[in-house]
C-alpha cells in the first residue's frame, strides 16, 4: 500500500476530488503539516499534469480535473496555513478582460498558479481597465494576468496597459497576457512582459518574471 503522500499526489494526477479531500482531511487530522502536503504530494501532482499536458499526453478536461481537485484540497488546508505562507511567491491579479465572458481557462491559469505557490486575486471576467488599475493599487501584485479569448476584446489588453502606465503603476507590476487568440507577438507588441500559451507554461512564465523582477 503506498503511502499516504503518494496516494494524494496521484489522486491529484488522476482527478480524483474526493478522494483528495479525505486523504487531506485525514493527513490533517493526524497532524501532517499543511506546508508538507502541500509541497509533497499536492504540487508534485500538478507538476506530474503539466508535465503531462506539455507534452500531449492528457487533455484540458482531464487537466480541468486536476485543477479542480488540487483547489478542493487546498480549500482544506488554507484556514490551518499561517497568513501568506501559502502565497510564498506574491500575489497575482488576474482576469478576462472587459466584454469577454469566457472564464474557464483563465480559471485554470488561476488554480495552477496558486497550486504553484503564488497568492491569487481572481476577479472574474469582463474587466475593465479601471477595475484592473483599482485592484493593482489595493492588493500590490507582482504580476497582473489579463485573459482574452475574443478577437474583439484583444485591444482591451492594450488599454489596460495605458490605463496602469496612467495611473503611474506599470512599471511596479509585471504583466502577462494570454488566451486562445493572443500570440508571443501580439504580447510583445502590446507591451506585456510575458506570454504564455496555456496554464502550464503560466506557471513557468510568472515565475521567471519574479526572478527577473
Ligand atoms: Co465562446 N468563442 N463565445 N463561449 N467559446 C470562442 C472563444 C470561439 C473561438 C468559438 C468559435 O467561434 N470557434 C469564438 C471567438 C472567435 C474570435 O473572437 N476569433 C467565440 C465566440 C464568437 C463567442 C460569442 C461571441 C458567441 C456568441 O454569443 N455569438 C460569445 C461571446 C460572449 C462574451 O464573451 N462576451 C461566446 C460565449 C461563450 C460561452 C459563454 C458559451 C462559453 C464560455 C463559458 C465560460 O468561459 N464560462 C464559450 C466557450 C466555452 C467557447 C469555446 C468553445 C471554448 C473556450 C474554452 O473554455 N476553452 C471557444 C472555442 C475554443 O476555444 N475552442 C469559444 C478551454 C480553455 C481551457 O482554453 O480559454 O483557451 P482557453 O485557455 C487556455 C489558454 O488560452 C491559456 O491557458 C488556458 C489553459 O490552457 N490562457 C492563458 C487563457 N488565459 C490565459 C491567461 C494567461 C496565460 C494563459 O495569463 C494571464
Do not use: W
Amino acid at each position: 500500500m503506498p503511502d499516504q503522500f503518494t496516494q494524494l499526489r496521484e489522486v491529484v494526477i488522476i482527478g480524483d476530488g474526493e478522494a483528495a479531500k479525505r486523504l487531506t482531511a485525514e493527513m490533517l487530522e493526524v497532524g501532517v503539516a499543511p506546508r508538507e502536503i502541500l509541497e509533497a504530494a499536492l504540487l508534485p501532482g500538478m507538476d506530474v499534469v503539466g508535465a503531462r499536458m506539455r507534452s500531449g499526453e492528457c487533455f484540458i478536461p482531464e487537466v480541468l480535473l486536476s485543477a479542480r481537485t488540487m483547489q478542493g484540497a487546498l480549500e482544506l488546508l488554507k484556514p490551518h496555513l499561517a497568513e501568506g505562507e501559502s502565497a510564498g511567491l506574491g500575489t497575482v491579479v488576474i482576469g478576462t478582460v472587459e466584454g469577454d465572458l469566457h472564464d474557464i481557462g483563465k480559471n485554470l491559469v488561476a488554480m495552477m498558479l496558486e497550486g504553484a505557490g503564488f497568492g491569487v486575486v481572481n476577479l472574474g471576467t469582463s474587466v475593465t481597465p479601471e477595475r484592473f488599475v483599482a485592484a493593482v493599487k489595493e492588493h500590490r501584485p507582482v504580476i497582473l494576468g489579463m485573459s482574452a479569448l475574443l478577437t474583439t476584446t484583444l485591444p482591451k489588453m492594450r488599454e489596460t496597459i495605458g490605463a496602469l502606465r496612467e495611473a503611474g503603476l506599470r512599471d511596479s507590476v509585471k504583466v502577462m497576457a494570454g488566451g486562445a487568440p493572443v500570440t508571443l507577438s501580439y504580447a510583445e507588441e502590446l507591451g506585456a512582459d510575458g506570454y504564455s500559451a496555456n496554464a502550464a507554461m503560466a506557471v513557468e512564465t510568472a515565475k521567471g518574471l519574479i526572478r527577473k523582477a
